[in-house]
């Protein structure tokens, strides 16, 4: 981080990568006033844009699996109005690095994505001294095209950081695999559950895994889409998403479809832990969103929010009963078991089993 401050880089917005784990918690513990927290990838772009506007030398960070997200303000944003800005793109599903089967295919396409855009890109390097002459040339890139610059992240590259103590525990939240007991208990057991990527899929596999449940694996913010879709087309069902506050904001768009059709009867359970879980626990921008208020001004017939095992079962039967959209936050503590595995049912096998429950 040091050779970034240095050279003048800043502010550092973007969505985490457990490969970018240390650069977050740097930034958190000794440049706090530098890193915003963006919801998804096109957006931290177009913060950065506007940063560079302001004579800022920005930097964006990101998962390439969220690099789709980024085409749009990086092709007719920054390239258009010339507006470079400093990309650092993790490498998850390099070819001949084993990865979970999300990446794959970004993997394979990630430098060549890059080449499409004009963007001049290389690996990032490991030496210290190698990487200040590099930083060295992107700024000089940049400032002679007017173009951004990526550097890519493989995995290991980035040494560990140190993270702080934690602070003192608050409230007793309930854990994530016990709020998906109860969401699993209270509902219609014909109900058909989707499921977030990361590790609320994982959770729900491991304890409740059905016929009747999609694991969603990737594609981070779909999942409450994919339920509504579902649901318009399935009306003689009960359909559910169990959905996370990182994934919610990422695609905050999927609430106002979910409003304004509220006759699909959607339940909207969102656990929210006010961090990225599956990435190593860096902090999302939760903690200051009304979800609940949010989702009335949508158009959902209710909401809720809700911290405790008893209000959470009620809501998600009164949610069964009355029918319409509705949303239940749900506040539940950070962190998961060490322990816990890969989904053992693969992506396609997961979606074919769905289908045939749904057609039942």
Avoid at 173 to 199: C, F, P, S, Y
């Amino acid at each position: 981080m040091s050779l970034l401050h240095d050279r003048g880089f800043g502010p550092f917005t973007g969505v985490p990568c457990s490969f970018l784990g240390p650069v977050i918690t740097c930034l958190e513990a000794e440049y706090p006033q530098e890193y915003i927290i963006a919801a998804n990838e096109g957006e931290a772009v177009a913060l950065a844009a506007g940063a560079r506007l302001a004579g800022r030398s920005p930097v964006v960070i990101l998962q390439n699996s969220g690099l789709g997200n980024t085409v749009n303000p990086l092709s007719s944003l920054c390239h258009t109005l010339r507006l470079p800005v400093l990309l650092f793109v993790t490498w998850r599903g390099r070819p001949g690095h084993p990865d979970e089967p999300q990446h794959e295919l970004m993997g394979r396409i990630t430098p060549d994505m890059l080449t499409a855009m004009d963007i001049r890109h290389e690996v990032l390097p490991d030496d210290p001294g190698l990487l200040a002459e590099r930083l060295d040339v992107a700024a000089a890139h940049m400032a002679a095209t007017g173009l951004p610059y990526a550097f890519v992240v493989p995995k290991g590259s980035i040494r560990p950081y140190p993270k702080p103590a934690s602070a003192a525990p608050g409230p007793s939240l309930m854990a994530r695999a016990e709020a998906i007991g109860h969401v699993a208990r209270a509902m219609d057991q014909r109900t058909l559950l989707v499921a977030t990527t990361g590790k609320t899929a994982r959770e729900l596999e491991r304890d409740w895994d059905r016929p009747e449940n999609l694991y969603v694996v990737g594609s981070m913010g779909c999942a409450s889409s994919v339920a509504l879709g579902v649901a318009l087309h399935a009306p003689d069902r009960r359909v559910a998403v169990l959905d996370g506050d990182g994934a919610a904001l990422m695609r905050l768009e999927a609430m106002a479809a979910i409003g304004r059709l509220a006759h699909s009867g959607l339940c909207h359970i969102l656990l929210d832990n006010e961090s990225y879980e599956s990435t190593g626990g860096q902090p999302t921008a939760s903690a200051g969103v009304d979800f609940a208020a949010i989702a009335r001004a949508c158009g959902y017939r209710a909401a809720y929010d809700v911290s405790d095992a008893n209000a959470l079962s009620t809501a998600v039967r009164r949610a069964q009963e009355e029918g319409g959209a509705q949303l239940i936050r749900v506040r539940i503590a950070p962190g998961s078991d060490p322990g816990l595995g890969r989904p053992s049912l693969s992506p396609p096998a997961s979606a074919a089993r769905f289908a045939e429950a749904i057609a039942r």
